[in-house]
């Protein structure tokens, strides 16, 4: 089971990550790394995590499993049927 996190901005500016339920998933590593684009260093997906289709997760939100956090680059239906979500994900530095 993980955790969905949504970030919503403090009157402070900062942003607040807030639990929204819980999902069950299959997490798979695939790799790591950097990549430098346009003199800026985005990171790359580290991390394939397969949802129920129902759930309602965008790439404004991460999921959580205990202290880890995957940041979501890409969430899509890979058949079309609306039984499955797959996002791919960034492990965010600890």
């Known amino acids: 089971m993980v955790t969905l996190e949504r970030a919503t901005t ?3 500016g900062d942003t ?3 639990a929204d339920g819980t999902l ?3 997490i798979e590593p695939v790799g790591a ?3 430098d684009l346009a003199g800026h260093v985005e990171g790359t997906a ?3 995590i397969l949802l ?3 759930a309602a997760v965008t790439s404004r939100d991460r999921l959580a499993l205990g202290e880890r956090r995957f940041r979501i680059l890409a969430a899509y239906d890979p058949d079309e049927t609306g039984r499955w979500l797959v996002c791919l994900a960034e492990e965010a530095s600890r």
């Open 52 to 54: 129920n289709g129902r």
């Open 33 to 35: 790394g950097e990549r």
């Open 24 to 26: 069950r998933a299959g």
């Open 16 to 18: 607040v990550w807030t």
């Open 46 to 48: 580290t991390h394939r």
């Open 10 to 12: 403090a009157p402070s």
